[in-house]
């Protein structure tokens, strides 16, 4: 009889239950007929539509059209920290100094999460602002794309409360695109072969 040492005998052992596991999901889609299989894929549909209906409520009422945003950089440190889930809000009020905005400029594909630094009134109505990550030396007019300043049209929304590090998960999905696949993948075949 072979001698493990403990900790091999535990790695050969969940690797065992992790097998069975893996072949009774695959046993139980096999036992489904075509009509479980449609029911389960509806409600995976409904499960879908229904985070979407969520996501549109949070758009009208937060008059955001990112109305939940992910930190991505630590440039708002330590106030907030990547992977933070921000909830922001959009409102015609006037904008002030030490506010946190997300802003998006023609040209950039992230949006970027910064403070208000300076806020000018122009005499025709339009406001411009300038604005700086709290753990950044320097203003952001190098991320303008060679804009002066930034206008409301930029501004995408202001923070009006966190989550923090919830938001990690979406990090690690765009660094690892391929973990994003796996998930959606593994979620979609828990729906399709749970019965209940």
């Known amino acids: ?3 493990y040492w403990r900790g091999d005998h535990n790695n050969q052992s969940n690797h065992t239950l992790k097998m069975e596991g893996i072949q009774g999901m695959f046993g139980s889609l ?22 979407l209906m969520i ?3 949070l758009m009208i009422v937060s008059g955001s059209e990112s109305p939940i ?26 904008f002030e100094i030490g506010q946190v905005v997300v802003f998006q400029i023609n040209g950039r594909e992230i949006p970027i999460v910064h403070r208000i630094l300076e806020v000018h009134q122009r005499e025709n109505g339009e406001v411009d602002l300038l604005t ?3 753990n950044n030396d320097i203003h952001d007019r190098g991320l303008y794309n060679g804009l002066t300043w930034i206008n409301r049209k930029h501004i995408m929304g202001r923070a009006t409360g966190f989550l ?3 938001g990690i998960i979406t990090i690690l999905m765009n660094d690892y695109p ?6 959606i993948g593994s979620l ?3 729906v399709i072969v749970n019965r209940e």
């Open 1 to 3: 009889e072979p001698h």
């Open 188 to 190: 979609l075949f828990l």
């Open 178 to 183: 391929s973990l994003k696949y796996a998930m």
């Open 164 to 166: 923090p590090y919830i």
């Open 132 to 134: 700086k990550g709290d």
């Open 30 to 51: 096999q036992r489904m007929d075509k009509r479980q299989i449609v029911q389960q894929v509806v409600s995976f549909g409904l499960i879908v539509s229904t985070a």
């Open 55 to 57: 996501w549109k409520s």
């Open 69 to 94: 945003v992910v930190v991505l950089s630590g440039s708002m440190e330590p106030h907030y920290w990547r992977g933070d889930l921000l909830f922001l809000y959009q409102s015609e009020e006037d």
